[in-house]
């Protein structure tokens, strides 16, 4: 490949900086979820100021209709957004790769059964099947909305999963590790995972950021952590109602939300260059 | 002579349609064996069905026994003790057959490690790594401390060979497949090759099945020749004879445009 030096170098540059920003980003909402474990500026559920306070010193964020400080919930829902996204696309990845990998394997007519069995999956927005699961469990709460988001999410990466599984199945280091005599379970785990992990981990940053989105809609519907657990979108419903009298309501978890989301990926984009060796040093 | 790898009227079919037909071919310990043919003509093929790895939806009729068992139907389980042992394969294309994103080093310490353990004797830590070493050595690649510690896309298209050829000699087989071994490199890189697998095989007491489509090449490797087309073996017999007088329109053929191969390189010098 011939790629002028100086462009080269630019997007290496380019790259550098997508990790550092992915890192900052996706740090400060580590940060502050952790430190919500031991600090927040208030109780969440104390009535610390009157209703809708603008912004203040005290109150960086405002109140709420309620006269609780706005800051203390969006640090609180920084928590909620990593366990919920991190707990889901755990669910998601573990069934959803184990699915893919075994439709890959299978005989010609299991394979497509479940290839097609995961297209109809997927035709179903993650969100919708996240919602049925709720529906159909007992109660909504933090660890059902997690389990519906990891199963809603699952088909996705289990038809990528396959895909790339299928693709390093037909190289011929598969066929020489099998004319050595390596075991199917061992050529998963030394070659095939390995090789579909770079185009997958892109994949579940990708998934991670919808997780985000899909809890914080299931909240807005009512579906997801109740009160007094301040997720991003129960705040976002809660603004609703006044989000002419007081915007900034609606805005601080928004942009919460966000930068989240695209922390996470451009952490998941800057990790995937540095990680690949063809691409590292060139 | 009991053979190492006897086949016995081989056909494979996919689909209805014969992509092997009655191939018979029988090698026994130490004797170097070369199957020529066109692209095409079902020599990977062949090489796949003795290990028992034909791609799912081409199957074997007939017999192959390899080491006195019978390959055509035996269970995976069987034929995972088989693999390695008794017969280990180096491939066509360099580049895929070998891991991406794994060191050369460790590659080469997988199918060590796995033959030592199946020997009762297995190798760890800094033992595996020197015998890694040892067997990079072998192979003549030049410093192997370095390389060891280098992804595939850093090395050349000969040393990544090399590296397929210690994987390969790592599992210690009776019997070395070397499919096509030589096409991806240059003259010099491949002349090189030819010599380490002659020294190999020799040293190793080893077998040798050497597939190729050029006769030049090929003859210079081995003491026999089954030349194939279109799935069928239509010759066969010690390479001085098949070169001397070939029985087959085929044969002549493919002699011939070594000839006139040679005669314009003769001119040029
Ligand atoms: N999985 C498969 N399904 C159906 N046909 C196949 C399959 N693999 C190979 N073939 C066919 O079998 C024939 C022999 O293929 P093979 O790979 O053995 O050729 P070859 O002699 O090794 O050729 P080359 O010199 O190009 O490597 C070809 O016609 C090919 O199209
Ligand atoms: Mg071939």
Redo the contacts between chains.
Sequence with gaps: MTIPADTAILSRKARSWTLVAGLALVGLHLVVALLTLVWTPFDPTELAGRRLEAPSLLHLAGTDRLGRDLLTQIMIGSRIALTVGTAAVAIGAVLGTTLGLLAAFA??WLDDALAAALDILIAFPTLLIAMLVVAASDGANLSTAILALGLGLSPIVARLARILAKRVLL???I?????????WPAIVR??VL??IWPGLSVNLALQFGLAVIAEASLSYLGLGAPPPNASWGRLLQEAQGTVFSAPIGAITPGIALVSLVIGINLLADGLRERND??RSER | MSALLAIEDLSVEAGGRRLISDLSLAIGPRERVGLIGESGSGKSLTA?AV?G?LP??LLPHGSIRLAGREVIGAAEREL??????A???V???PL???????TVGR?VA??LA??AK?DGAPLRGSALASAVLDLLRDVALPDPARLAHA?P?QISGGQRQRV?IA??L??RPALLIADEPTTALDVTTQAEILQLLDRLASERDMALLFIGHDLAVVASAVDRVVVMRQGVAVESGPVATVLAAPSHDYTKGLLQAARHFDDAIGRRL
Excluded: K, W
């Design positions: 005989s010609n190289m011929d280091y066929t020489a590790a099998r004319t050595s005599g390596t075991s030394i070659h390995p090789n060796p063809a | 796949l290990s790895l799912r939806g995972n003790a088989l693999r390695g042992s017969v280990a394969i491939f066509q294309e895929t057959a070998l891991d991406p994103l794994m590659q997988e199918p796995r033959r199946r992804f896309h397929a994987m390969a790592a599992c």
